[in-house]
Antibody
Framework: QITLKESGPTLVKPTQTLTLTCTFSGFSLSTSGVGVGWIRQPPGKALEWLALIYWNDDKRYSPSLKSRLTITKDTSKNQVVLTMTNMDPVDTATYYC?????????????WGQGTLVTVSS | SYVLTQPPSVSVAPGKTARITCGGNNIGSKSVHWYQQKPGQAPVLVIYYDSDRPSGIPERFSGSNSGNTATLTISRVEAGDEADYYCQVWDSSSDHPGVVFGGGTKLTVL
């Protein structure tokens, strides 16, 4: 059974850097084709993809947020870390991590429970 | 960048069929995935690769994809199907390939 769980601060100040950790079990990020993605959802709004890291350390970022995002993995700890710089109140959202299987153009399944991050001074 | 367009809302009476569309330029050439999200919960995959159903998803859920429109069809709609639904594709056509989500459709069961 695959599970993922997000952790990190619930409140950050404007201009600060956000660091979120996704801790997972039930799969290995060293398995060919496997990936872990980050997706966020502002309150009452749609899902927005942020970043994706693959088993081979290949990384993809949302073009609109690429300059602010960094995604890394620690295979030995079964963790993926997302950092987002220069946080702003509009970045207030629930942040999800999700497993992406080894098939080409595969879906995100399953997702973590999400963690709400509020940006406020 | 690639854009997916969904109707903001769809309403259907219990027992009837709901159809939720996802429009995109030549979306029929891409693989479309659909997620269901109930209030306060994480999204759940309900259809993948246009028309496949994960284990545990009722047969009432089906999908199709052709031309410029992908469709999620929910037959014999139940009150428990009330949720937001999102389509998603992988866009490899741009200089920066990545994941694209539609804007979501709120399904209301009357």
């Amino acid at each position: 059974q695959i599970t993922l769980k997000e952790s990190g601060p619930t409140l950050v100040k404007p201009t600060q850097t956000l660091t979120l950790t996704c801790t997972f079990s039930g799969f290995s990020l060293s398995t060919s084709g496997v990936g872990v993605g980050w997706i966020r959802q502002p309150p009452g709004k749609a899902l927005e993809w942020l970043a994706l890291i693959y088993w081979n350390d290949d990384k993809r970022y949302s073009p609109s947020l690429k300059s602010r995002l960094t995604i890394t993995k620690d295979t030995s700890k079964n963790q993926v870390v997302l950092t987002m710089t220069n946080m702003d109140p509009v970045d207030t959202a629930t942040y999800y991590c999700a497993h992406r299987g080894s098939t080409s153009s595969g879906p995100f399944d399953p997702w973590g429970q999400g963690t709400l991050v509020t940006v406020s001074s | 960048s690639y854009v997916l367009t969904q109707p903001p809302s769809v309403s259907v009476a219990p027992g009837k069929t709901a159809r939720i569309t996802c429009g995109g330029n030549n979306i029929g050439s891409k693989s479309v995935h659909w997620y269901q999200q109930k209030p306060g919960q994480a999204p759940v995959l309900v259809i993948y690769y246009d028309s496949d159903r994960p284990s545990g998803i009722p047969e009432r859920f089906s999908g199709s994809n052709s031309g410029n429109t992908a469709t999620l069809t929910i037959s014999r709609v139940e009150a428990g199907d009330e949720a937001d639904y999102y389509c998603q594709v992988w866009d490899s056509s741009s200089d920066h390939p990545g994941v694209v989500f539609g804007g979501g459709t709120k399904l209301t069961v009357l």
